[in-house]
């Protein structure tokens, strides 16, 4: 009477111990939690998380690995990238003084990167943990911040997140001197693109060299800023950088700058929209890795060593150089 009972109920053990095995393995319960008050802490501040988020239920059979904007490492069943991008607030516009708090995605273990761009936030808090060594969110490798609404304050809690490569902070309201000590301590960048502020040449030229610590920093973005001609005599801290970009800056003047020639790896300058005149300097034959050149200009402006110096000058392989004078 009892011995077939016996076996259906070991059958259904072993259901639920399969489930239990396969569910765990799709999505951690504490990296769920932490998702889903990231949800909350959304809705409190009127974003749209209904047509944006809806998939993210808390529903104890819902696997996290499966919800929109969420990617998880199929073989550890870790979060590992977040597209949190473009989550509108209900009401038009950035109406919001919001502080974004880092932390609350320190339970995702294993995430290496992160899309907050484009959120209206304002500010930005990451909280240390003292009680433990590890540093917070120790695998983010990137960072994006693109299209909101920092200002400089964004700046000194971002020295935490020390294992970054790419770090864009594109489009914000960060004005003032490029924070060059902060940034000196993010020492894996590859990437670091704070173009579309209003940062300016640090006070001294001196204090640049604290940026010698970035070796592996290949591209920099300062384009839509306000640095100007300076700015070359600071690039003798980066001599390992490919792509340099400085488009639309306060560049005014002649060319001639020892730092910018020392820059032997540099395939990309991008010195278009500035208010360079005069003389182009024949050290530029020394960067023999460029490869694209734009000193294209604005039609209000005038680039007169165009016509001063042939383009023969340019004795770079392929180089592309896109120069329009008018
Ligand atoms: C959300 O919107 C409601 C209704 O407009 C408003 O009363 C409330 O203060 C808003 N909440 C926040 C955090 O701004
Ligand atoms: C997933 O995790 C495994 C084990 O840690 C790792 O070897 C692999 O590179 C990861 N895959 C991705 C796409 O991150
Ligand atoms: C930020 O979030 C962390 C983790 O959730 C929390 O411990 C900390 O108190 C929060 N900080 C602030 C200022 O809200
Ligand atoms: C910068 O942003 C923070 C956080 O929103 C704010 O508290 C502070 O007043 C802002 N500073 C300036 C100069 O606007
Ligand atoms: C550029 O190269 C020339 C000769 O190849 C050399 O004399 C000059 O010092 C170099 N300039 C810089 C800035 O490296």
Redesign the pocket.
């Known amino acids: 009477m009892e011995w077939p009972c016996m076996t259906w109920c070991l059958q259904l053990l072993f259901v639920v111990f399969v489930v239990q095995i396969c569910g765990n393995k799709g999505c951690f319960q504490e990296e769920k939690i932490a998702l889903l008050e990231y949800k909350e802490f959304l809705k409190f501040h009127n974003y749209s998380v209904q047509s944006f988020l809806s998939s993210w239920v808390n529903d104890p059979n819902s696997d996290c690995c499966t919800w929109k904007r969420v990617t998880c490492n199929s073989s550890t069943g870790h979060v590992i990238h977040l597209s949190l991008d473009s989550i509108m607030q209900e009401q038009e516009g950035c109406s919001l003084n919001l502080n974004l708090n880092l932390s609350m995605f320190q339970p995702l273990k294993e995430l290496k990167s992160l899309d907050l761009s484009s959120n209206c936030f304002s500010g930005l808090i990451i909280t240390e943990d003292d009680h433990r060594s590890v540093s917070t969110l120790k695998m983010l490798k990137t960072l994006d911040l693109s299209h909101n609404s920092f200002n400089w304050s964004i700046i000194r809690p971002l020295k935490s997140l020390t294992s970054l490569k790419n770090l864009i902070l594109r489009d914000n309201y960060i004005r003032g001197d490029f924070p060059v000590q902060e940034l000196s301590i993010l020492q894996n960048l590859e990437m670091l693109d704070v173009s579309w502020n209003a940062l300016r040449n640090p006070s001294t030229v001196k204090d640049f060299h604290a940026l010698s610590t970035l070796k592996k920093l290949k591209t920099l973005d300062l384009g839509y800023n306000i640095f100007d001609g300076k700015i070359f005599e600071c690039l003798y801290a980066l001599p390992t950088l490919s792509f340099l970009l400085l488009d639309a800056n306060s560049i005014s003047g002649a060319l001639n700058s020892?730092g910018l020639?020392?820059m032997k790896t540099l395939q990309q300058l991008d010195l278009s929209d500035n208010s360079i005149s005069g003389t182009l300097s024949t050290?530029l034959n020394?960067l023999t890795s460029l490869r694209t050149l734009d000193l294209s200009v604005g039609a209000y402006r005038h680039l007169s060593f165009l016509t001063l110096h042939p383009l023969s000058i340019f004795h770079f392989g392929r180089t592309i150089l896109k120069a329009h004078s008018h």
């Open positions: 020892q020639c020392n050290c020394n």
